[in-house]
């Protein structure tokens, strides 16, 4: 494996390299999935763009409205951390902190979880149901493309080759919105998830009915997915028990997983209904 190794200082000088080397580069952040990819010969680029020196790709800041602006170099395990992720999103930081080891959190990035478009991809669902955007800049100017639009199939993205994502931009939630993320994970988180699911709702505060909410689906479909049946099913209204079954029915409905070596499509349904069924009894208020 050789590749003449780049580290640009500024994302103008990244996107620079990006546009003079096109499909011959590739941009690395942790290498936790890019790295294998080229040991396993999957990918062989003559250069390899290093992000992790652009001092603004690592930050999460606050972006003056109670959302955050979330660096995409920002390791996960600096998500997972962060006092700012931790009070205004949770499960963003909970999910986060389910990738992989301590070791492997400490070098891969949000960014680079996103940008690999696994189906798997943790932070993903989360972002879904908090109606994140990515702020993507190349040779053509910037364009910012909400996360809903993003995946496209499995490893596929809407991003160009001569592209870079910059910053996740995440906004304020309203007064009552809670959240949970759920990974079903036999072997525990440092294996990836074979079922996980997200849900984001904002709650009445007089009878507790859920005024909006969002359920996203990870690992059961070519991408990350919205549960649109599920959601229609409790919107508007008092999550009991019964509801929740139909809701987390309907979910699994909308799955479409495959068979591969962590689980069959069947049990994967299965535990679809399973851990929304969770996630909405955690996610109603008490
Ligand atoms: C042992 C192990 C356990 C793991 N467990 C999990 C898990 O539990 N859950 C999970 O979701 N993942 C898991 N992963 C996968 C991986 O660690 C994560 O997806 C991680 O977040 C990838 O980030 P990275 O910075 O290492 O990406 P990289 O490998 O650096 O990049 C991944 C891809 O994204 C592109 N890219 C990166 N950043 C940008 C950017 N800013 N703009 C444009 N393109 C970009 C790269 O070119 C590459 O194609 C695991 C991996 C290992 C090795």
């Known amino acids: ?11 103008d000088e990244c996107v620079g390299l990006l546009a003079k080397h096109g499909k011959n580069a590739k941009i690395i952040a942790g290498g936790t999935d890019l790295m294998l990819k080229a040991r396993a010969r999957m990918i062989s680029p003559e250069y390899v763009i290093d992000i992790t020196g652009i001092p603004s790709l690592c930050q999460i800041a606050d972006d003056g409205e109670g959302g955050l602006r979330i660096g995409a170099a920002s390791t996960v395990r600096d998500v997972s951390i962060s006092a700012a992720v931790v009070e205004k999103f949770p499960l963003l930081a909970t999910a986060a902190g389910l990738i992989g080891s301590v070791g492997i959190r400490n070098v891969a990035t949000i960014g680079g979880n996103v940008c690999y478009a696994s189906p798997s991809a943790e932070c993903a669902p989360g972002l879904l149901c908090l109606s994140a955007t990515a702020r993507i800049v190349g040779p053509r100017g910037e364009r910012v493309v909400p996360l809903s639009e993003f995946f496209v199939g499995p490893g596929v993205s809407v991003l160009e080759p001569e592209e870079l994502l910059v910053d996740i931009h995440v906004p304020a939630s309203k007064p009552g919105t809670r959240g949970v993320y759920l990974k ?6 440092i294996d990836l998830a074979i079922v996980s699911v997200a849900t984001v709702g904002t709650f009445a505060e007089e009878d507790g009915a859920c005024k909006e909410i969002k359920v996203a689906l990870g690992a059961v479909a070519a991408t990350p997915i919205r549960a649109g049946n599920a959601e229609k099913i409790l919107r508007g209204k008092v999550l009991d028990d019964s509801l929740i079954a139909s809701a987390a029915q309907a979910a699994a409905d909308e799955a479409r997983p495959i068979t591969d070596v962590r689980a069959s499509a069947e049990y994967r349904k299965e535990m679809v209904r399973v851990f929304t069924q969770r996630a909405l009894r955690l996610v109603r208020p008490a």
């Open 1 to 11: 494996m050789r590749f003449d190794y780049l580290q640009p200082s500024t994302v």
């Open 184 to 189: 079903n994970s036999p072997r525990g988180s």
